[in-house]
């Protein structure tokens, strides 16, 4: 009889313990969700970039230069973004991982030949209008770019042979308060060339 009663109380003990794992469980699920972001991936021709949906100036903006010809925007709650040495990671909410990488990367979603990083109040107006994302930003105002090794550019930071390079300004050109930051990786074949902005 000792024995059924401690059997009885070890299966209510077990049933109440598997419940109160149930709940945190249930709790951290909607904490990991609570912690993500809302961003949008807006593809053009060339290009994929990577913006917060309801984004400010200093939030990073990402553009990967391709050979796709694609228009499309896809929104994506995202958990964590990684930069990689040569590529991008982001993990959505569903546990799932986009992988945005330079050259021909087994592990890639999206391959590219140029990953540029930007943020600050000289960029925002290129990439975002009054309702949020522009369908189809400006790319081309980007001062960090990746060029062929073929072809001779004028750069203010890297040049031939560098594989990165980045540019900053954070004070006053001509009294307007501009702020910038860029930089860009590129695959072997092109070289990182980056430009002060002119106003």
């Excluded at 990402?62 to 929104?75: A, E, G």
């Excluded at 105002?141 to 980045?166: F, M, P, Q």
Aim: aromatic residues 8%.
């Amino acid at each position: 009889m000792k024995h059924t009663h401690f059997l009885i109380s070890m299966f209510i003990f077990c049933l109440i313990s598997c419940d109160q794992d149930r709940e945190l469980l249930k709790e951290n699920n909607l904490s990991i969700r609570n912690n993500t972001t809302s961003y949008q991936i807006t593809g053009i021709p060339g290009y994929q970039i990577l913006l917060k949906t309801k984004g400010n100036a200093q939030d990073e903006i990402y553009i990967l230069s391709t050979n796709s010809v694609r228009d499309f925007q896809q929104h994506i709650e995202v958990r964590q973004l990684r930069e990689l040495d040569s590529g991008l990671e982001i993990e959505l909410d569903s546990g799932d991982k986009i992988r945005w990488m330079l050259g021909n990367d087994p592990v890639a979603n999206v391959t590219g030949y140029s990953l540029a990083k930007v943020s600050g109040n000289y960029y925002h107006p290129f990439f975002y209008g009054y309702n949020g994302p522009l369908s189809n930003p400006d790319v081309d105002k980007v001062s960090c770019k990746c060029k062929e090794n073929t072809i001779k550019a004028s750069c203010d930071h890297g040049g031939r042979g560098a594989t990165e390079c980045s540019v900053e300004h954070g004070g006053t050109l001509v009294g307007s308060g501009i702020q910038m930051k860029c930089n860009v990786k590129c695959e072997p074949g092109y070289y990182a060339c980056c430009k002060n902005i002119e106003l």
